[in-house]
């Protein structure tokens, strides 16, 4: 992680897909690497959805935050990686909290994929499943980026 000192997971509520990205990196990457989710529009803090820590003990992932946090521009260094699970949390980076462009990646964009990590809120479990899948496979190849 050479040129990064900070991987910051975005989605709009921090509570499922960010919080899925947090706990597998942070589990398959060393200890003093600095990674972290934050939600967009966290106007209070929310648990974290009971679907996604299932999926997630299920998988034997250890989640280490219990509930959705905001986004606060203070956290950002020069050098934090700041991966978008779509398009739309991107945008609203750009816009609404002034992150300049080439800062903010879609997390699918930054390993060379296509397609997003899909929302599964209101899904069923099936949904988290698949959320965590797309999660686990584009997160090996980030860190396999990051070396």
């Avoid at 949390?89 to 609404?96: A, H, P, R």
């Avoid at 994929?113 to 686990?136: A, C, H, Q, R």
Wanted: proline content about 5%; some cysteine; glycine content about 4%.
């Amino acid at each position: 992680m050479d040129s990064f000192d900070k991987i910051m997971f975005i989605s709009m509520d921090d509570t499922s897909t960010g919080p899925m990205a947090e706990a597998i990196c942070k589990n398959l990457v060393p200890e003093e690497w600095d990674v972290c989710s934050r939600g967009l529009v966290v106007h209070f803090s929310e648990p974290v959805n009971p679907k996604a820590i299932d999926i997630l003990n299920n998988n034997y992932v250890k989640l280490t935050k219990e509930c959705s946090v905001p986004f606060d521009r203070e956290e950002l260094t020069q050098n934090t990686l700041i991966l978008a699970m779509s398009a739309k949390e991107k945008k609203l980076m750009v816009q609404e909290f002034e992150v300049d462009e080439d800062k903010v990646f879609i997390l699918s964009e930054f390993v060379e994929e296509f397609g997003e990590v899909p929302d599964p809120y209101g899904e069923s479990i099936v949904g988290y499943e698949m959320s965590y899948i797309e999660l686990i496979r584009m997160i090996k190849k980030l860190v396999y980026k990051l070396g």
